[in-house]
Nanobody, 126 residues
Framework: QVHLVESGGGLVQAGDSLRLSCAAS????????MGWFRQAPGKERECVGT???????YHADSVRGRFTISRDNTKNSVYLQMNNLKPEDTAVYYC????????????????????WGQGTQVTVSN
């Protein structure tokens, strides 16, 4: 069982930066593929990116070059550094954990994620 808690969201202006954190419980955090997802009002949930057991990262085209996923297994935490934020980044951001592995970055977005956090709101104004 893994319990996930996100933090770090807020209201910012376009061009600003935010760092989201996700703290996980459990002693096997390092074995999980971790993902960041987001959902804007009226839109489907979108995979922002993932980080696999070996530290391999994947970032969606919409955020590549602006967002960076990282993890610290000693702190049971995963992070999403978001730079040059745009109004279209406004959404509730969720972290999630999958007990399975993927062979590709894009494939890691399509894994079954067993555990989800409660989400943190990110709002980017013009």
């Amino acid at each position: 069982q893994v319990h996930l808690v996100e933090s770090g969201g807020g209201l910012v202006q376009a061009g600003d930066s935010l760092r989201l954190s996700c703290a996980a419980s459990g002693r096997t955090f390092s074995t999980y593929t971790m993902g960041w997802f987001r959902q804007a009002p009226g839109k489907e949930r979108e995979c922002v990116g993932t980080i696999r057991r070996g530290g391999f990262t994947y970032h969606a085209d919409s955020v590549r070059g602006r967002f960076t996923i990282s993890r610290d297994n000693t702190k049971n935490s995963v992070y999403l550094q978001m730079n040059n934020l745009k109004p279209e980044d406004t959404a509730v951001y969720y972290c999630a954990a999958s007990g399975t592995e993927a062979w590709s970055g894009a494939g890691s977005c399509r894994l079954v994620y067993d555990y989800w956090g409660q989400g943190t709101q990110v709002t980017v104004s013009n």
